[in-house]
């Protein structure tokens, strides 16, 4: 396993980062209310971001209901809030130190069991997680106290490790006993995120991606296709959302398919509960360190 040694000024950033993405998260928590529209609050968590000093990580994500992740709302999209299991999902990039974390607000008023299995299986996992602990041990904590409350952890979703300018990165932090038992380090960055459910316990990829993120720079011959990478160069390599991208539906759509089959964009299509199960999700970036961790991203 690489172990990366930060200096203390990039420490300085991935904190800033952190306390940015906390802050965001909060400020979008508090925008969370039955009539408010789901694009409306991505763009004003986005723009918070923005004016906190630094940038989105990746496009802010509010997933309901069965959707356990990667919602993110296109520019006509007319999705309105009332009484779901809502999962806010943001991060902050200062300089490409990233944070990222999660919560849910239960609109129903029905779920708040729920709500709070996930809450405190991260919470579990953060209290036990410090450098020599074994990754299948955070996800046997987490997937134990999702279970105490009668829910399923999302065995297919894990939490991750997190670099500069790398949402994701190895190693895959389980929400269940994976028998990984490769261990933590001192120094190592981490997103712990449980995602509970009264489902099945698994998730499927639906079709329609609104969330794409950069993977290579290779030549493409339609000049759509050429400008459109150009102009998605300045999100280096951090995920985007469609909505942010110039020019026509029509002409935009056309050069990201192109972009897709010549493997420069990967997709992040939005992802739901195999049996429609409603999903809970809570999410906190992490430093590990010799004693513990250090919760980067904590209010
Ligand atoms: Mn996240
Ligand atoms: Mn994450």
């Given at each position: 396993m690489d172990e990366i040694f930060y200096s203390e000024e990039d420490l300085a950033k991935w904190r800033q980062a952190g306390k940015i993405s906390a802050e965001a998260l909060q400020y979008g928590l508090s925008l969370?209310?039955?009539?408010?529209?789901v694009l409306e609050v991505c763009d004003a968590v986005d723009k918070k971001i923005f004016s906190l000093g630094a940038r989105p990580s990746f496009p802010s994500q509010v997933s309901l209901n069965d959707v356990a992740a990667h919602f993110c709302p296109d520019a006509e999209d007319k999705l309105i809030l009332s009484d779901q299991v809502v999962k806010l999902d943001v991060g902050a990039s200062v300089d490409g130190f990233l944070g990222d974390t999660a919560a849910t607000v239960d609109l129903?008023?029905?779920h708040e069991k729920l709500v709070a299995a996930s809450k405190d299986a991260l919470a579990a996992a953060v209290s036990v997680a410090?450098?020599?602990?074994?990754l299948n041990e955070l996800g046997r904590v987490i997937e134990q106290k999702i279970n105490s409350y009668g829910y399923r952890p999302i065995i297919n979703l894990s939490g991750h490790g997190i670099g500069k300018f790398q949402v994701h990165t190895s190693p895959t932090v389980p929400?269940?006993?994976?028998?990984?038992e490769e261990l933590l380090y001192d120094g190592q960055f981490i997103a712990i995120e449980p995602f509970a459910t009264n489902g099945s316990g698994s998730i499927y990829e639906s079709t329609t991606p609104t969330v794409f993120m950069q993977v290579a720079k290779k030549p493409v011959r339609s000049s759509d296709a050429r400008q459109l990478l150009a102009e998605i160069?300045?999100?280096?390599?951090l995920p985007f959302a469609r909505?942010?991208?110039?020019?026509n539906t029509f002409k935009v759509n056309f050069a990201l398919r192109q972009l897709i089959s010549a493997g420069c964009v990967q997709v992040f299509p939005p992802l739901v509960e195999r049996n429609h199960g409603l999903v809970s999700q809570a999410e906190h970036t992490v430093l590990v360190r010799k004693d513990g961790c250090e919760v980067l991203t904590a209010v």
């Open positions: 969370i209310k039955p009539g408010a529209s129903s008023g029905r410090k450098a020599g602990v074994r929400n269940f006993d994976n028998r990984d160069q300045k999100y280096e390599g909505r942010w991208l110039e020019g």
